[in-house]
């Protein structure tokens, strides 16, 4: 387990950064928490010229709420401080279901939020709740900042839409127009264990009626997938026995799984179909 | 005078804290990676990404141009040298650089030496290699498959790809049992291929002078003297001037007993090169190359009686055995030993045939953690019950106590030939059974099913043979299975004690010592512990198989005796009484009816040096060679029970009781951490832990994301009971303990989730039961294969 050989910069501000990956564009690869760059450098499947560790960049590692309900995600803040965060489990139950599924704690007192969502595998737990949360990253590059979709940001297995030159500052959560619920169902096989199945489910509900979903399918396909008919759904009306069965169906029939040595086909689709079922179940609130 | 008290001083029962342990927590062990030599340099292999192919060009020229890089070694090298293929331990041939062909992935075929290991594997990636793919073969069936490619075509006289055939029993005896039997249960499984997969991989650092013609070879090896007999035979050096040091070792389960090829390039490196070579394996290399366990189909019938009472076994086993016949395993039976099989159970005849298969995945090893098949044999016996408990609509507990040997039964002869030795087995079913309130599960059990919950419980309960060997039918390389102590006491009362035997986490340095108290009296603290250095060490087969208390474990203490057999002639003297005259008490030599009067060992220890008697010569220390009459029989019954969630096919364990009986606990701490660390493994084999192929030969399960091992998290608790049957033959009474919980555990587990389903339709799933094939089981009411090729569509 022995890298090919690479340079290594550590920018200590945003400007040296941008100037690093203006100067190195494609050949360079940012480092954050190293949980995925290191071993596919160990492993050499992954062989830039320069990696820049950003870890000594001020300013990167915040988790903060705007006034208006925005929440955003620093490059730097780790799995494990979203873990920790009495607001997301007050207010963000996706996020807080997830975090503690992610990888084992060694990982996530070392990996970030925005690191994994780059990584962009189809096995990576948040991509799947930043889409269904509706959310979006901020990408920042010599032009400065613009965001991109999560629905649009992950273009393939193992790759994002940051053009050379940028890197990923933070991960937004847009302001809830209700009340939140969803939750996090990953199948496992063991801690640390990627996902068999992971399905993120978010809600927003007012007045009795969902109004705005998001369910998003983890380790059922090329990419993260996100399981928009199923979610639509179960807009505009509350939550009933018969729109919760057409989204499980629907995001079975969203998930595009192959068989391997930890499920069929059909098993995968039906442990989608299960999750969003359990989700829903726990997404009912109980007076709006 | 009071006598000492025995567990005060670190003696048998004394539940001491592992000696070793102060260096390891503190990070102070010598690994082999912790071994840096003057000029050393860096050794890294290539390795076939195909499970099966010709080999049409090998060129190296581009790596031999990387500056840094010192050696380039391929098959035709080691050709030119006659090193090319190697003699395995199962009497077969073993490539040591692939020369013709690649016969699974993973397999060796270029190596490269160089100041780093960076720029070793630099070289690495700069070797040419074009290969032309055959068909590839990953099971036993493929291989018997009229018109496989043969697979070892290297082979003068081999037409096909079987790899041997073996029988044990009575066949006409058992056709004429089944020909009266009231009912014929039977069951088709396969065993997953499972990995030891320690921690530390393997690795050596050959350093071969030159100047004075000394091979010495630091290598993670489980049996430093095999190895040495191996280099002495293969490499031709005269075996005085081979040092095999085995150091601190990071586990090895069974992963460290065969020799591999790495050891050869770097033996052959450091000759070629005069420096010092280190090739440490990465963890792919690791899973994907070296000696794994299991891999067995299982064809099987019970002749059973109406009443319960099992008449005859009948079983087939197909072994596959990978491209090469490397089973590290001392027997003179070709599938280890897996007609232990039932030898708790009074049955009085049995037929058992085997066949070994090549197939193209890595060879074997065959052990994790087993003694040769072991695993295998209990894990079908155990299954076998059950089902032919459930075929007759038997209570698995009564079906059991039916048929388990009674106490007054011993020693008893099994239809195989073995000779079991001791044992309560009622005794320690009822305790488990009494643990786990086995009547009130099964209540519990019934209303939960009401409610469409489904709980499960499951019995294993099992004898193993423990102990490698006896030199009747024990051997590797013709050198018979005894162990060996040597026991050196100082001046001063203080002792140094060496056996053949290697350490490896079982905690010797701790044990040993404790067997010496117990001889001598002389505080365990004052006895310190070495092994694994053929140049000092006493002759010794290695640790494996259970076997360092049966054996190494009875040399310690038959040295002992010799040592107090010799103090007492010096405590006679010291005590001006005849020899006849002394009686012994833990630690002290007194005078028979004057018990004031007497010699302590360690007064004894200062004279042997000081002042013996005449004619006696000076000094205190002896050597045992321990050859054991028989096998050591531990018992152990394992009871777990689970719940399956019926939507998604995941199950939980809700309990686990072990009772085990290993005869005399030297250290019952020790001994517990053993049988926590086993029923974790067993765990694993049931739930998540295998290493499969998909059609064309590349192995899942060669790294850690896809061969899982178990954490604290999802570890069950374990719920521990004894019970204490003296080994008959053993000096202290002890019986092996290392492996049964992995042995007896996973038939434990995989009993419960069936029972769970509870659905006659679902005989079998095979292992790991991974929440998709319980779920299918549920959804098909049938059994669930789980052998390879794993499917892609
Ligand atoms: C044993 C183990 C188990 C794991 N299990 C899981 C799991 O169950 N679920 C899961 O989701 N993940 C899992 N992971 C992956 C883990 O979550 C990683 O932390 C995460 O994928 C990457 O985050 P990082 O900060 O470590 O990124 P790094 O490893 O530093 O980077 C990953 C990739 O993203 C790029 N990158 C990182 N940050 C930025 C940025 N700000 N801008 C642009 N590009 C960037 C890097 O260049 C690199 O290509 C596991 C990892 C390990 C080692």
Known sequence: MYPAKFAYEAPRSIQELLDLLARHGDDAKVLA???????????????????????????????????????????????????????????????????????????????????????????????????????????????????????????????????????????????????????????????????????????????????????????????????????????????????????????????????????????????????????????????? | MTALDEVKIGGLGAS?????????????????????????????????????????????SKAWQIPGVRLVLTGEMMAQRNLAWMPTLSYDTQAVLATDKVRFQGQEVVVVVADDPYIAKDGCDAVEIDYEPLPAIVNPEQSAAPGAPIIRDDKPGQTDNTC?????????????????????????????????????????????????????????????????????????????????????????????????????????????????????????????????????????????????????????????????????????????????????????????????????????????RCSFRVTEAMFFQERMMQAAATDLGMDQAEFRRINLRRDVAFPARTPFGFLVDSGQYHKCLQVGLDAIG????????????????????????????????????????????????????????????????RTQGQGHETTWAQIVAHELGIPADDVVVEEGDTDTAPYGMGTYASRSTPVAGAAVSMAARKVRAKARKIAAHLLEVSEEDVEWELGRFYVRGAPERGASIQECAMAAYSNMPDGMEPGLEATAYYDPPNLTWPFACYIVTVEVDPETGVWDVLRVVAVDDCGVRINPMIVEGQIMGGLTEAYAMASMQFQTYDADGNMIGANYMDYLLPTAWETPGFELHEVVTPCPHHPIGAKGVGECAAVGGPAAFVNAVIDAIGDAGVRNIDMPLLPDRVWTALQTRQSVSGAPPVGRS
């Open chain 2, 164 to 368: 041997y055939r073996w029988e044990v029993g009575d066949r006409e005896a058992t056709e004429r049992a089944f020909a009266e039997a009231d009912v014929v249960s039977s069951l088709k499984l396969h065993y997953p291929r499972s990995h030891p997969s320690p921690i530390e991989c393997c690795g050596a650092v050959a350093d071969f002078d030159a100047g004075t013609g000394k091979l010495t070879v630091y290598m993670t090896t489980q049996a430093p003297h095999i190895v040495r007999a191996a280099v002495a035979l293969i490499a031709e050096l005269p075996e005085h001037q081979i040092r095999i040091v085995s150091p601190d070792i990071g586990g090895g389960f069974g992963n460290k007993v065969p020799v591999y090829p790495g050891y050869v390039h770097a033996i052959l490196a450091s000759i070629l090169t005069g420096r010092p070579v280190k090739w440490i394996e990465d963890k792919t290399g690791n899973l994907i190359s070296t000696g794994f366990g299991r891999d067995m189909y299982l064809d099987a019938q019970m002749a059973l009686r109406r009443d319960g009472k099992i008449l005859a076994v009948r079983m087939h086993a197909d072994t596959d055995q990978g491209a090469f016949f490397a089973d590290a395993q001392p027997s003179k039976f070709k599938v280890g030993l897996l007609h232990s099989a039932f030898a708790c159970y009074d049955i009085g005849i049995g037929y058992i045939t085997a066949q070994g298969h090549y197939t193209n995945k890595a060879p074997g090893g065959v052990a994790y």
């Open chain 2, 438 to 501: 086995y009547d009130e599960f099964r209540r519990e059990q019934a209303a939960a099913r009401e409610k469409g919950r489904l709980l499960g419980i499951g019995i294993s309960t099992m004898t193993e043979p423990l102990g490698a060997g006896n030199s009747r039918e024990y051997d590797i390389l013709g050198i018979k299975m005894f162990d060996s102590a040597e026991l050196r006491v100082h001046l001063t009362g203080k002792a140094i004690l060496r056996t053949g035997a």
């Open chain 1, 33 to 288: 928490g190293g949980q995925s760059l290191v071993p596919m450098l160990k492993l050499r499947f992954a062989a830039p010229e320069l990696v820049v560790d950003i870890n000594g960049v001020p300013g990167l590692d915040h988790l903060t709420e705007d006034p208006d309900g925005t929440l955003r995600v620093g490059a730097l803040c780790r799995h494990v401080t979203l873990e920790r965060s009495a607001l997301l489990a007050a207010e963000y139950p996706v996020m807080a279901a997830a975090a503690p599924l992610v990888a084992d704690p060694m990982v996530r007192s070392r990996g970030t939020m925005v690191g994994s969502i780059c990584h962009a595998d189809p096995q990576g737990d948040w991509a799947s709740v930043l889409m269904a949360l509706g959310g979006h990253i901020v990408a920042m590059g010599p032009r400065g900042k613009r965001p991109i979709a999560m629905t649009d940001f992950v273009v393939g297995p193992f790759q994002n839409a940051l053009q050379p030159g940028e890197f990923a500052y933070e991960a937004v959560v847009p302001p809830p127009v209700g009340q939140r619920t969803g939750t996090y169902l990953k199948l496992e096989r063991r801690v640390g264990d990627f996902a068999t199945v992971g399905v993120a489910v978010s809600l927003e509900h007012s007045g009795g009626r969902v109004v705005r979903a998001g369910i998003a399918l983890t380790g059922v396909g090329p990419a993260t997938i996100n399981a928009a008919d199923a979610a639509d759904v179960l807009v505009g009306k509350p939550l009933s026995e018969e729109t919760v069965e057409q989204a499980a169906r629907l995001a079975a029939e969203a998930a595009q799984p192959q068989a391997d040595h930890r499920g069929s086909v059909e098993y995968k689709r039906h442990v989608v179909a299960t999750f969003v079922r359990r989700g829903l179940a726990r997404g009912e609130v109980v007076a709006a």
């Open chain 2, 16 to 60: 001491r804290l592992r000696v070793e342990d102060q260096r390891f927590v503190r990070g102070r062990g010598t690994y082999l990676d912790d071994i840096k030599l003057p000029g050393m340099l860096y050794m890294e292999i290539v390795r076939s990404p195909l499970a099966h192919a010709r080999i049409t060009r090998i060129d190296t």
